[in-house]
């Protein structure tokens, strides 16, 4: 359990879940990319309950906000996204990750991560990237879903930029359309994790829930006063972050 008194793990699971709630509200995504790896690896939980306790916090924070702002959500781009990305990450879950080992996955992963960061600080057809493209969106979607079937983590930070690169979504507004897709995504999760009977300590789950939520308030606040341009060179820069970590670990 996440300790509650004086300890000196305290100020890192604090600084770790507040990360976890300002990716999740500057980027739209990125949360269980930090939140899993550090529950399994340094807080030393299972990995049913590690996926279950992100599922929950990152799921009803997420849900919460997609509330909220539902009036400004472009609801098409993320019926679009999800109806391609969703069912393709439980087939690729189902059928390519007990086949495809382990550094492969990870491989794929990272590499994706730079890819996608490098389309944003340089796009290649500067044309390409002027007007909306669904075909380009779609293509992104099941990439998207291959990748979260495969490890299952990491949909989320990919949201966004493909929004913003090919549905011309501000980066801002994009990022609200991710939390909307990572809501829908962690609800559908959820109802496979309730009926394999995973359960997590419910101290545990209200802790990390309101330090994420803390994060997600924080993050909001860097966000609006931040511009669209430079937020989007700052994703680009999480998005190399991440994927180097990844292929480094």
């Not at 492969?104 to 996608?116: A, E, N, P, S």
Request: hydrophobic share 55%; glycine share 10%; charged share 10%.
């Amino acid at each position: 359990m996440i300790p509650v008194a004086m300890d000196p793990t305290l100020l890192i699971d604090l600084i770790v879940l507040l990360s976890v709630g300002l990716a999740l509200a500057m980027f739209g995504g990125g949360g269980a990319v930090i939140l899993i790896p550090y529950l399994t690896r340094i807080a030393g939980y299972p990995l049913d309950e590690a996926v279950l306790l992100s599922l929950l916090t990152i799921g009803i924070n997420t849900g919460i906000k997609t509330v909220r702002e539902r009036h400004s959500i472009d609801w098409k781009a993320v019926i679009s996204f999800s109806l391609l990305a969703f069912p393709t990450a439980a087939l690729s879950g189902s059928y390519l990750a007990p086949v495809v080992p382990d550094p492969v996955r990870m491989t794929v992963f990272g590499g994706f991560t730079l890819t996608v960061a490098g389309l944003m600080l340089f796009p290649i057809n500067q044309q390409a990237f002027s007007r909306k493209n669904p075909i380009a969106l779609g293509i992104s979607a099941l990439l998207t879903g291959v990748i979260c079937g495969l490890i299952g983590v990491g949909g989320g930070i990919f949201i966004a930029p493909t929004l913003s690169l090919f549905w011309k979504t501000p980066i801002k507004q994009a990022v609200k359309g991710s939390l909307a897709i990572v809501a829908l995504q962690s609800a559908a999760a959820l109802i496979g994790y309730a009926g394999r009977g995973v359960t997590v300590s419910a101290t545990t789950l209200l802790t990390i829930f309101l330090i994420i939520a803390t994060g997600m308030v924080l993050g909001k606040r860097l966000k609006a006063a931040t511009s669209d341009r430079n937020l989007k060179s700052y994703f680009a820069f999480f998005l190399i972050g991440i994927g180097i970590w990844v292929l480094l670990r």
